[in-house]
């Protein structure tokens, strides 16, 4: 799904929530006010909210920034900067991790970033969908080559999430939290949740691909179909998040792109106690999903090598290196 010039121009006009008649945007784009309600409708199913009142015209509700690689430039530590070789920005993909991931088999370049305004196949913990509507949220993937295999990198998720707390209290996002091993809670509901691909050597050089969603916003009729407890940034802040979404990306990428960068020689070692001081699991009764196998107890917080503590109800302890963790009732 591709957007078209005049979708995207339709856009434009509308981004600052204030009503445009269906003739000021016919006469600006030289098409007919029927053609326009048209391409309304087709926007409307991306997730785009619109009001339209007889007399005053068309509004976007709320207000949108779209991602602007120059607004993000602007904003990036020379370390950032200097660690990206590529910054894309797509209208429209299935997901950014599965980009990068192809595009991982067709170049040797290290320090990708893919921004995407929309995702049609997004996906979340379980296989559930990841509600991604145009213009509102983050969907971020990074490709970074790592030399010596993934074994080389244990850990990798757990540091990219105290990147992305480091982030959102640069941006004024307080009080949010690490859910292990890659969910990122505000007052335990889900704000972000973090994907990484891996591919290549057991022992040799091999590839991650480091992806982030981010709730910014989700309108209402798209956050219908959330199964789980969340929150977005504009609730957290109680204002209009769109307006730091530019800001917002250029801090998650000073903070991930060093993290990425310097992994393989720091290890998850130099990021354990920031990570303990960011748990948000502590003492919280879960079930951990294995496969068919679940496990229930009390979560211990995590060893010095980020494997996950849970003591069963004889008060015995087991590490875990992966697994589905959930918070009884969610």
Not at 147 to 172: E, F, K, T
Not at 183 to 191: A, G, M, N, R
Not at 229 to 258: E, F, G, K, Y
Request: glycine content about 8%.
């Amino acid at each position: 799904m591709i957007f078209s010039p005049k979708q995207k121009a339709i856009i434009s006009i509308l981004a600052d929530a204030e009503f445009h008649s269906g003739t000021e945007i016919a006469a600006k784009l030289g098409i007919s006010r029927a053609a326009i309600f048209k391409q309304l409708k087709k926007l409307s199913e991306m997730g785009l909210e619109f009001t339209a009142i007889s007399g005053k015209g068309y509004r976007l509700s709320p207000a949108i920034q779209c991602l602007d690689k120059y607004e993000i430039a602007k904003d990036l530590t020379m370390n950032a900067s200097r660690l990206i070789t590529e910054l894309e920005i797509h209208d429209v993909l299935d997901s950014t991790n599965r980009y990068l991931v192809d595009k991982a088999r067709q170049t040797q370049e290290n320090g990708i970033v893919c921004f995407a305004e929309y995702q049609s196949a997004g996906k979340g913990r379980r296989g559930r969908e990841w509600v991604s509507p145009f213009g509102s949220n983050i969907y971020l993937s990074i490709l970074w080559r790592f030399q010596n295999g993934p074994n080389s990198i244990s850990g990798l998720s757990l540091a990219v999430g105290v990147a992305i707390i480091r982030a959102l209290n640069a941006c004024g996002i307080k009080d949010v939290g690490l859910k292990w091993p890659n969910d990122i809670y505000w007052q335990h509901k889900k704000l972000a949740g973090i994907l990484i691909e891996l591919s290549g050597e057991s022992d040799g050089p091999c590839t991650a691909v480091i992806g982030l969603g981010l709730n910014f916003y989700v309108p209402e009729h798209k956050a219908r179909a959330i199964t789980q407890d969340w929150v977005d940034v504009n609730s957290i802040l109680a204002a209009n998040a769109s307006t730091i979404r530019n800001q917002c990306a250029a801090m998650l990428l000073n903070q991930l792109m060093p993290v990425i960068a310097n992994f393989e020689q720091e290890n998850f070692a130099h990021y354990v106690e920031e990570w303990r001081e960011f748990d948000c699991m502590q003492g919280k009764v879960v079930d951990i999903y294995q496969g068919k196998k679940v496990f229930n107890g009390v979560i211990q917080g995590i060893d010095d090598n980020g494997l996950l503590l849970l003591a069963d109800k004889h008060g015995q302890v087991k590490k875990f290196s992966s697994g589905d963790v959930s918070f009884r009732g969610s």
